[in-house]
């Protein structure tokens, strides 16, 4: 993958980027914290005036990729207004907005690196399991609770309708993240985007009053 251009950001910044593509590339076990450096143009000392750790750039991106995921909802109100209009729409709105703000360069390389250290590092695997399937799972259930309450869709378990849902989300992530990484991003998401439309019509026209 090309690396992308740090230009005038400050260090700091620049530490976080070629961080973020090397443990990308090469899983955060694989880089030191001597190559960081390197790539950077600093000497390896001056990577702890920013970050005490190569833990503390990991801790830091992981940071980052919870901002732009709680960036991805809906506020309150603009979800009222869409379940009103249907399930329908309220999903259709939902995916697009998810899958543009994870539509970055940025995102893709921890997407990736998440992808990748699972399987090796704890905290990675603890954020996987809490922050990408129990607490999406649990918003889904809610949301289609509310739905069943407002008589949208069929009064089926909520929680399994929820796992019904968001595992498809998981299978497009696998099949990009580590099945197909290498192939155009953007095409890809496109075609996420046309998958998670089909997958969710299908649903709803069996749940759906």
Do not use: C
Request: proline content about 3%.
């Amino acid at each position: 993958m090309k690396k992308q251009k740090s230009g005038n950001k400050p260090t700091k910044e620049k530490i976080f980027d070629v961080s973020l593509e090397l443990f990308s590339q090469k899983g955060y076990n694989g880089v030191s914290i001597r190559e960081i450096a390197r790539e950077v143009g600093i000497r390896e000392s001056s990577i702890y005036n920013h970050y005490k750790s190569k833990e503390a750039i990991l801790d830091a991106i992981i940071d980052y990729f919870k901002t732009k995921l709680n960036q991805s909802g809906l506020p309150d109100e603009d979800a009222e207004d869409l379940m009103e209009q249907g399930p329908e729409v309220y999903f259709e709105v939902g995916a697009k907005m998810y899958i543009d703000q994870i539509n970055t360069p940025e995102m893709e390389k921890i997407w990736r690196l998440v992808s990748i250290e699972t399987y090796h590092n704890e905290k990675i695997r603890e954020f996987f399991k809490k922050e990408l399937l129990e607490e999406p799972i649990t918003v889904w259930e809610n949301v289609f609770q509310i739905m069943i309450e407002k008589k949208k869709i069929k009064p089926l378990n909520p929680r399994i309708l929820a796992y019904e849902y968001f595992s498809f989300i998981i299978f497009l992530f696998f099949e990009y993240f580590v099945l197909k990484y290498d192939e155009d991003f953007d095409s890809f998401m496109d075609l996420a985007l046309k998958k998670l439309g089909n997958h969710t019509e299908f649903l709803l026209e069996a749940i759906k009053i």
